[in-house]
T-cell receptor, first 112, second 116 residues
């Protein structure tokens, strides 16, 4: 059975701190790994990773995938209170039976 | 209007009611999805349509019935639901086709469903 595990499940930091969120996966026919941010509404897309070792960056957020060790990390530098959200990791598998498996998410709280 | 829209945003229904959730995407995508998000559980994929053909249903109970009349519209018909079906139901769309499995999914705002 496909599995995505995120850690930590929750994290409390102060503004300005740097955080690293972890995501490990075990899926068959892996195609991509996706990160989403979810506040009090639907998830919004952050990154999609398909190749190992290539960092994707958007402002203070960056992410990288290791397909050998089957994990990804999401880094947020100089955190702000607006970064407080649940960060979801998902792994997609292609082929005739499409699957998208989500982790339970990491609840990040950034205090002023 | 752009993106993925869902109606209604909130729905309260009894266990004997029949209702439908609607999703519309304005992104020119070919694939659409229904998800269920319950409290304290991971997001669950319910149904997948690629080019209007259902490709995955993940053993969803028959009281949930999807309909995809075209690539832009997706419905979820609900009947004789149970209180444990109360959740946020999210619709998403993606490019699909050749990009299947590596395409980004874009979510609608969701329908908050409460079953009494």
């Amino acid at each position: 059975e496909d599995k995505v595990v995120q850690s930590p499940l929750s994290l409390v930091v102060h503004e300005g701190d740097t955080v690293t969120l972890n995501c490990s996966y075990e899926v068959t026919n892996f195609r991509s790994l996706l990160w989403y941010k979810q506040e009090k509404k639907a998830p919004t897309f952050l990154f999609m990773l398909t190749s190992s070792g290539i960092e994707k960056k958007s402002g203070r957020l960056s992410s990288i995938l290791d397909k050998k060790e089957l994990f990804s990390i999401l880094n947020i530098t100089a955190t702000q209170t607006g970064d407080s959200a649940i960060y979801l990791c998902a792994s997609s598998s292609g082929g005739s039976n499409y699957k998208l498996t989500f982790g339970k998410g990491t609840l990040l709280t950034v205090n002023p | 209007e752009t993106g993925v829209t869902q109606t209604p945003r909130h729905l309260v229904m009894g266990m004997t009611n029949k209702k439908s959730l609607k999703c519309e995407q304005h992104l020119g995508h070919n694939a659409m999805y229904w998800y269920k998000q319950s409290a304290k559980k991971p997001l669950e994929l319910m149904f997948v349509y690629n080019f209007k053909e259902q490709t995955e249903n993940n053993s969803v109970p028959s009281r949930f019935s999807p309909e995809c009349p075209n690539s832009s519209h997706l419905f979820l018909h609900l009947h004789t639901l149970q209180p444990e079906d109360s959740a946020l139901y999210l619709c998403a769309s993606s490019q699909g086709a050749a990009a299947w499995g590596t395409d980004t999914q874009y979510f609608g705002p969701g329908t908050r469903l409460t079953v009494l």
